[in-house]
């Protein structure tokens, strides 16, 4: 299978945003990636309920829900009736983690998990035969346009070799500083799913950058 893009709407013009989920809608894209941002658990705030439903009632491709919110478990449900096809909730935030996944699955949506640049992958060991899917962030989460991280790749290495022999189908998705440069050696790294914001947004043409990042080197995925 070709790897996943889900384009970022935190990315988006927020003046033109039905132009551009129709923009997304008609491209090679897979998902909607939406970031909820509480500016507690990270430095920023985004958007919630009302921009999600909006969203949801002219996206046609299933929406990517990446909370950096505390106290997740909360709002599952409520993500879940906003449209959420995935809920990915972050290492860090969750007391409980086990606990929350099911929650995300009894919600009726796929379940992740993401990690900070600081958080071994090590830590996901428990939950990995639980999840859908593991969001490796390449940048410090709350803001978009960040330079990438190059530990990632070691770290989606490690992730790699892990879910290999516990979860085979797991989605390994990367969020921060993905762009045509880089998108190479995150696949051959072991990501099949990828998150771009600026890279697509501020493009000159985002259909075509999408298009692109779509079928880089679609040959090396063996999933």
């Not at 090590?122 to 390449?138: C, G, I, N, P, Y």
């Not at 390994?172 to 947004?201: C, K, M, R, S, T």
Request: proline content about 5%.
């Amino acid at each position: 299978m070709k790897h996943l893009i889900a384009p970022s709407l935190l990315a988006a013009d927020f003046a033109n945003l039905q132009r551009d989920i129709e923009m997304v809608n008609s491209s090679e894209a897979d998902w909607f990636h939406v970031d909820v941002m509480d500016g507690v658990f990270v430095p920023n705030i985004s958007f919630g309920f009302p921009v999600m439903e909006a969203i949801k009632k002219h996206a046609t491709k299933p929406l990517d829900v990446h909370l950096m919110i505390v106290n997740p478990d909360q709002y599952i449900e409520r993500f879940a009736a906003a449209g959420a096809a995935v809920i990915t909730v972050h290492y860090e935030a969750c007391t409980h983690l086990h606990r929350t996944i099911q929650a995300i699955h009894a919600a009726g949506c796929k379940a992740g998990v993401a990690i900070n640049p600081h958080t071994p992958v090590a830590l996901l060991k428990e939950v990995l035969a639980d999840l859908d899917l593991v969001l490796v962030m390449s940048v410090n989460p709350g803001f978009g346009g960040q330079k990438f991280i190059p530990n990632t790749l070691h770290k989606l290495r490690e992730l790699k070799a892990l879910s290999a022999t516990i979860n085979p189908e797991l989605i390994i998705e990367v969020d921060g500083g993905v762009d045509i440069h880089n998108l190479a050696d995150l696949i051959q790294a072991g990501a099949n799913a990828f998150v771009a914001g600026n890279a697509i947004f501020a493009a000159t043409a985002p259909k075509e950058m999408i298009s692109e990042l779509k079928n880089l080197n679609a040959g090396i995925l063996k999933v």
